[in-house]
């Protein structure tokens, strides 16, 4: 089974702190995705990579970066956190690279409040 | 831009009965779509993908079928258990391939 782990299920931290959220998944997937979830906006696409070092915009990718070092490890930051990024973060795979049509496979999420 | 809607936001129905969730979407230039279940204060599970070429998909007690030129989705849970309560999302591929444009989902409870 594909398995899609996040380094922490609840964050807390506050304005203008820098944050860093991990996700690592096991399959050897070429691709990575970071979304957020807001309830009535849904999921919305921050950035995703499609190779190490390889990123690429989403919907909403202002006051995000993103790294993507190795493979395996696809990370999200905030450079300065503020409350409007208080929200549910979702970190995605699937097998293949960019132009994939693949189903994606979530991680469990991380619930960040920023105060 | 894509827009996905999904009516209704919210079900309630007993045990056993069979139900049907409905998805919109705004432009028919889709790979696919999926259906996700999510589990409250979890990530998402996926449950079925419908390539753009295909009408339908079944897995088990779910049916889920596409009319992309209509722009809608239907997934159709058959004899329902209380275990099938969840949000249910769906989501369609974009044109430019790998990112998915989601809806807000239905929360569905089956009641005992």
């Known amino acids: 089974d594909v398995k899609v782990t996040q380094s922490s299920r609840y964050l807390v931290k506050r304005t203008g702190e820098k944050v860093f959220l991990e996700c690592v998944q096991d399959m050897d997937h070429e691709n990575m995705f970071w979304y957020r979830q807001d309830p009535g906006l849904g999921l919305r696409l921050i950035y995703f990579s499609y190779d190490v070092k390889m990123k690429e915009k989403g919907d909403i990718p202002e006051g995000y970066s993103v790294s993507r070092e190795k493979k395996e490890r696809f990370s999200l930051i905030l450079e300065s956190a503020s409350t409007n990024q208080t929200s549910m973060y979702l970190c995605a795979s699937t097998k293949r690279g960019k132009a994939s049509t693949d189903t994606q496979y979530f991680g469990p999420g991380t619930r960040l409040t920023v105060l | 831009k894509q827009e996905v809607t999904q009516i209704p936001a919210a079900l309630s129905v007993p045990e056993g009965e069979n139900l049907v969730l409905n998805c919109s979407f705004t432009?028919?230039?889709?790979?696919?779509l999926q259906w996700f279940r999510q589990d409250p204060g979890k990530g998402l599970t996926s449950l079925l993908l419908i390539q753009s070429s295909q009408r339908e998909q079944t897995s088990g007690r779910l049916n889920a079928s596409l009319d992309k030129s209509s722009g809608r989705s239907t997934l159709y849970i058959a004899a329902s258990q209380p275990g099938d309560s969840a949000t249910y999302l769906c989501a369609v591929l974009r044109g430019t391939a790998s990112k998915l444009t989601f809806g807000t989902g239905t929360r569905l409870q089956v009641t005992l």
């Open positions: 432009d028919s230039a889709i790979y696919n």
